[in-house]
Structures are given as C-alpha cells and as structure tokens.
C-alpha cells in the first residue's frame, strides 16, 4: 500500500520513540521506504512535546531495558491517552500495558526468533495477512494481563498477549518485530498501521529529504563558513555535495591523507572531486603525525579514538588557517551511531567509531552531521538524487580510520604496505571477475600470524591475509558473498606472488552477527 503519487502533508510525520533497541533506526527506514517521513525522539519525550510537532502518527519502539524494574525508560503516561495513533512494539507494546494498569513479567519462556503468530480477532493493522504467518519475536519479558479498555488480538504458542489493542482509541500494539526481513508480512503490517489506521497519505521520498537537508545546513551555518572531512569515500562525498550545494564557495573540503588510504586513493579523490566537480578541497600530507600517534598501539579502541583526535587536531588546524571557520561537516551514519552506543537509553557499545565516540571531549569546532540518521543503501539513494555519478556513489564502504583496522596490531609503514597492496589486488580481480558491484563490500585484513611456507624451493615465515567480502543493504546485518573458487583461487595466487611478505591467503565467511563487518 505505498503511496508514491502525492506529495506529503506538510504536517506528514511519524515520530519514533527510542528506549534504546538497535532495531529503532530500521523502523524509521521502514516507514520512509513507504513514502512517510519520520523522525526518532528519546522514548522519554514529554507528550506536551510531541504534540507541539503535530506527529500523524507514533511508533513506540524495543528496547534492551525490562519494563518491570524500576529504572526502565518508561514513555510520558499522557501518550496512552492521545488520539493519535500509537503503535507499541516489543518494549513499546510492554511498557505502556504497565503504565496503564496492566501487568508484566519474566516470561517462563523467552522467544527470540521466530515463532507463529495467530490472530485472534479481526484487526485492521492486520488486513491482506494470513490469519497465522511466521513473525520475528525478541523478548524475555510480556504482557501478562490487560489493561482496562484493551482487548486480545493475537497469541502465539508461548505468549498469550501478542497483539492487542485499544477499544476506543487508534492504538495497537504487537509483541512481534515487523520491521526486521525475518517477519515476512512485516511491511504490511506497518503500511495498514501508516495508511488504514492513521490515514496518512504518504508521497515523501529521498528528494524531500534532500530539500530539507540543504535548508537545515543553511539554517544552521547562517552566513558562516564549513570545513568538510573529505575521505573520497561515499559518505564523505555526499556530505560534500550536499554542503555545497546549500553553502557554495564557504565550504572548503580537508582531504587528511593519513598514511592509512587505500592504494591511489588521495590521488584519485583530488582527482574526481577537486578538478571535475569544482569543490575547493586541500590535501593535508599527514602520514608521519598518524603514524607516529598509532606507533606500538594494538588495541582497536584506542587505534579509534587516536584516529579521532589526530584527525579533529588537523581539522582545526586548517579551520585557523582558512580563518572564521566555525563547522566541521562529516559522513556519520547510523550505524556508526549504533555501534558506538549513541543511539539512545541502554544502547550496547560495539566499537567506538572513530567519529561518535572516538571524538574528543572539547572541539572549537561544531558538528554538521547531515546523514546521521540514514543507513548506507539510503545515503547511496542520496547521492544519486544529487547527480552524483556511479562510480562515486557504488563505491564500496571503507572505515574512516582506515588501514589501522585492517592491520590486526601495531601500525607501521611496512605492514600498510603489504595490506594495501593485498587489498589492491583483490579488487582488481573483483571489478575484473565483475563481482565488484556484486558485494556489497569487500577487503583484505592482515593477520598477527606469521607461518611457514615455500617460495622459489626455500622456507618462507611470512605473514597471512584474510580476504573478507559480505552482502548486506544497510550495513547493520550482513552475510558473506559466496565469491567463485576459481576467483578466490586467482587472487590468492597473485596476493602470495606480489606481495613480498605474505605466503598464506584465508577466506572469512563469517556472518554479522555474529561478527561485525571490519574485524577490528
């Protein structure tokens, strides 16, 4: 039921409320991938609050917390009595069933996974689904009794309230995920919640977003200047464009070439986007001052939080020579927000990422972060809504502390060598093979091992390289690309023939979760 062929309501948004569920940030993607804008609030926002912004409709989210104990985020009591529609999912569904009388409890027995899902009455947040349809559960708490004014919905084998809903009032709630891929008919479930239940009309898309992303940085910039950190890398690039595009010839783009760079890159950003697209960008020549930050540093926290101080210095330090520089613009995405546990209440700290939480305490400058709340796949639709050419927007992720993560211990100039050059060879052979465009990203990660081998009939003891090549949409679950033997076979030969140093080539095919992307 998307809607695609009018332009929203001016007063079109669905607010998110956030207890701190990694899931959070999917549910707003959902909901814009059906053409209605939406935005995440902290799940404490006092309703007053919410209603001065007029939402059409609120989602409730997860979260890591059990509603039962006293220290849990609970949402403003007055939002179970609104008449805006409400949908309550997981911990949303939990959390206003207890502050409305109803009662909860440690479930006997969890459901994490997938489990059956049955209707028990009519519901029109469940129109054109199957009376019983596989569902994505994540819950060791539940609802064990109603609150006055609620009725049963649903059930499942192992929890007697999977669904219910107010008798007067346009709220339901579910016990169940919709916005994960694993629960199939998820996206109906959200387009009768957007479009039968709340009436919205739906038309927004990425180009809305664009328009009001040139207007934030312009409200927010006045007539100051912008320094943008410019990698060559997708989010980097899209910041870039869309800085200039709002502010013009007051955004000057920093390239800090930090000795960590993929092979030819800094040649080819000041290529692409100095020469052709005309942004006024500088090369800062920083290898040394990285190198010697990150000497005799092994654990990747630190390697991160290095990284963010050395760059945010070099930053600062080209702001005072442009002079009345004030902002500093960057590529975070959501994921990087998630991982680094910024999310919201309770979130879990998977790495710190070198632009959340690797930044310093005190700046000079302030942060313009216009891609913050988007995932990878949506930053990509982005840039091609700002004619941005294919080769710039298909460009496979690569992290903003660059080969300092890919090299599994201290950093130094021999071992970026060997990793570059290794990682150089397996996209060659990838673009060549054209699986290229066929992972969504794909490295080489140089081992602390060393082993035995032969070359040239005489004992080597040389390092090893993993080769890592995943799938994924968004970045925040992925699992590895099932590349050719014969491909596979092709770049292990050459890795093991070219580059001095490595005589032992592995594959990874490990999933996310439960490993990250990057190793490190």
């Not at 997981?90 to 209707?119: D, I, K, N, S």
């Not at 997708?234 to 869309?242: C, F, G, I, N, Q």
């Not at 930050?293 to 092994?298: D, P």
Request: charged share 25%; hydrophobic share 40%; aromatic share 8%.
């Amino acid at each position: 039921m998307t809607r695609t062929s009018r332009a929203p309501k001016p007063r079109e948004l669905v607010l998110i409320l956030d207890f701190g569920s990694q899931y959070t940030q999917l549910i707003a993607r959902r909901v814009r991938e059906l053409g209605v804008y939406s935005e995440i609030i902290p799940g404490t926002t006092p309703a007053m609050e919410i209603e001065r912004r007029h939402p059409g409709a609120l989602i409730l989210g997860g979260s890591p917390a059990s509603g039962y104990r006293a220290e849990a985020p609970m949402p403003d009591r007055a939002i179970a009595t609104m008449k805006v529609p409400v949908l309550g999912i997981c911990y949303g569904f939990q959390a206003t069933a207890r502050l409305m009388g109803g009662e909860l409890e440690r479930a006997p027995r969890a459901e994490y996974g997938l489990a059956t899902f049955v209707q028990d009455k009519h519901s029109p947040l469940f129109a054109g689904v199957p009376k019983r349809f596989r569902a994505w559960m994540s819950h060791g708490d539940e609802v064990v009794s109603l609150p006055e004014g609620w009725i049963r919905v649903a059930h499942t084998a192992n929890c007697r309230f999977a669904a219910a809903a107010h008798v007067t009032l346009p709220h339901h709630f579910i016990q169940f995920h919709p916005e994960v891929a694993h629960t199939p008919y998820g996206k109906q479930v959200l387009s009768n919640f957007l479009f039968r239940i709340a009436k919205l009309e739906g038309g927004w898309s990425m180009k809305h977003f664009l328009r009001a992303a040139i207007s934030d940085i312009r409200a927010q910039v006045g007539e100051g200047r912008v320094l943008c950190g410019l990698s060559g890398g997708v989010d980097s690039t899209v910041v870039a464009t869309l800085c200039h595009r709002a502010l013009g010839d007051r955004l000057t783009c920093v390239l800090v070439d930090h000795g960590l760079l993929r092979e030819g890159e800094a040649e080819q950003v000041a290529r692409e986007l100095g020469r052709k697209r005309k942004l006024t960008l500088v090369v800062v020549d920083a290898r040394q001052r990285f190198l010697h930050a990150l000497a005799g540093v092994v654990d990747p926290e630190r390697k991160r939080k290095i990284i963010g101080s050395e760059f945010i210095a070099v930053f600062e330090e080209e702001a005072q020579r442009i002079g009345a520089v004030e902002f500093l613009a960057q590529g975070t995405l959501y994921p990087d927000v998630i991982e680094s546990a910024s999310a919201g209440h309770g979130a879990q700290v998977i790495k710190t990422h070198h632009n959340v939480g690797g930044l310093p305490e005190r700046m000079k400058l302030k942060l313009i972060e216009p891609l913050r709340w988007l995932f990878k796949d949506e930053v990509r639709e982005l840039g091609r809504a700002l004619k941005l050419p294919g080769p710039l927007v298909d460009r496979h992720p690569f992290p903003g502390p660059g080969l300092a993560v890919r090299i599994l211990g201290p950093v130094n100039e021999r071992d970026l060598g060997l990793v570059r050059h290794a990682d150089a060879i397996f996209i060659e052979e990838l673009r060549r093979a054209r699986w290229y465009h066929r992972t969504w990203q794909a490295f080489a990660v140089l081992l602390p091992l060393q082993t035995v081998g032969v070359k040239g009939d005489e004992r080597s003891y040389e390092k090893v390289v993993a080769l890592r090549a995943v799938d994924s949409s968004d970045g925040m679950t992925a699992d590895w690309t099932r590349l050719p033997a014969s491909l596979l076979a092709r770049v292990a030969n050459r890795i093991a023939n070219e580059v001095r140093g490595i005589n032992r080539v592995v594959y990874d095919c490990t999933s996310k979760p439960p490993a990250t992307i990057e190793w490190e």
